[in-house]
């Protein structure tokens, strides 16, 4: 199944951190885009949207068939700052915290977490918001969990001000052409210009 190309509708902010944010794969607006406006500017359904929780996390709902294949997942977001400003979003199982939501690192600690939980992750320069690096456990490959992945790692840039949706493609191992070819209709994904074995798999929405 080809992965589908979105524009994104950012409204109200729904606190100091997060804003409002959802998704759509009409032709209504041009695609890769964001339409900021306190109220949504289309009747469509969305593939995605967030909200917060009753604890005031982010929590991303996945609505669209091309992420029904994938089990239930959260999130561990983590910034780092050197030798660059990176950010990851790791993919967790387990159900420590419902389907969905979005912790920051420091706010898991008082949880019991195995190593095993994190089933996979996505890595992007906070800059530009370009892929550095996606991995999904062998064990937990074809379940759509790249697709999850970049749905909600896409939701959290464009709620939390980290930048654009992401982007990239340019340098790929061969499991990264394979992302490449899931998006291949996509604007998002840059010319390829190499190849850098254990590099980035990078490949975008």
Known sequence: MAMKTVWFWK????DSRWAKVANFATDEYPIPSTIEADVCPTASEPLSFCE???????????LDEQFSAAP????VLEEVTFPTELVTLHAMTGGAFPKGTVIAV??????SIKPSDRVGYVKWFKKDSRIQQVTVAENWRRMRISTVLFGVADIVI????YGQYLNGGDITTSDGENLRQAWSHSSR?????????NAASPKNA
């Open 106 to 111: 420091k706010d898991i600690r008082n949880f």
């Open 72 to 75: 239930d997942l959260w999130f």
């Open 11 to 14: 409204g109200h902010q729904l």
């Open 52 to 62: 917060l929780d009753s604890h005031g996390n982010l929590c991303v709902t996945l």
């Open 158 to 161: 464009v709620s939390g001000n």
């Open 189 to 197: 994904v840059s010319p390829r210009i190499g190849s850098v074995e």
